[in-house]
């Protein structure tokens, strides 16, 4: 009726409508209900929420941040809010084929057989390597995570597919963790089977484990947080050239992914924050 005083009169409105002249006003006079004006709170800080995590967060995570900061809220309703305010998550594409196989190599036992459930920080790593387009050609970058807690523990980029690539992102993961016995799952690419490579992980007391070629369920994980990436970052940004694209991960990777970025698979965690909650005081 409000919005439509100016083209007839309120009270033949009031009488189609069958209300009374007197309630209408009544009405208007009322401020919002207190219902009304806790939406309008959450919904600014669920915009925030949204915003920090570069417009990603569908309501399952968003639900998971508003309980972390002791939001008491339905997660039916941050989903309404989140419709009226024109908000919505990114959803993940499937995946590209990177593994080019030397047949001439052996590849290592696969020690995982698509069983990803450990009990403890550095007990599996999983590894893989992507393809990240520029204007100027493709930028490539290898991780290395850990299965337990989801984190990017070593990772590198360059604009080859060497094996000093995969090298520099195992390299990375050691000096960070300093493990004993870990597994190392990747597929049967050639950077993997090379033979310095497994000298490598021979050196720091690695066990290579390989999964068959071709099958992304054999290393499903990784894939997954590739999978992360591309639709988080890569299917939302058009880099001019590789140093553009090396600053932009970098920062995913480092400012976003390890210490923010809730996961399901974590409770609605974030990889560090799950590490700290769950690995006990030495």
Known sequence: ???????????????LLEVSTSGYYAWLKRGPSARALRDAELTETIEAIHARSRGTYGSPRIHAELAA??????????????????????????????????????????????????????????????????????????????????????????????????????????????PENVIHHSDQGCQYTSLAFGSRCQQAGIRPSMGSVGDAYDNALCESVFASLECELLDRHSFRTPAEAKRAIFEYIEGWY???????????????????????AA
């Not at 390890?258 to 006990?280: K, M, V």
């Open 1 to 15: 009726m409000k919005a439509h005083q100016a083209e007839y009169p309120i009270a033949t409105m009031c009488r």
């Open 69 to 178: 900061r002791g939001v008491r809220v339905g997660r039916k309703r941050v989903a309404r809010l989140m419709r009226e305010a024109g908000l919505e998550g990114v959803s993940r594409r499937k995946g590209k084929v990177t593994t080019r196989r030397d047949r001439e190599a052996r590849p290592a036992p696969d020690l995982v057989d698509r069983d990803f459930s450990v009990t403890g920080p550095d007990q599996l790593w999983v590894a893989d390597i992507t393809y990240v387009p520029t204007w100027a050609g493709f930028l490539h970058l290898a991780v290395v995570v850990d299965a337990w807690s989801r984190r990017i523990v070593g990772w590198a980029m360059a604009g080859h597919l060497r094996t000093e690539l995969v090298l520099e992102a195992l390299n990375m993961a050691v000096w960070q963790r300093d």
């Open 258 to 280: 390890n210490p923010h970025r809730r996961h399901s698979a974590l409770d609605y965690d974030s990889p560090i924050n799950y590490e700290r909650r769950h690995t006990p």
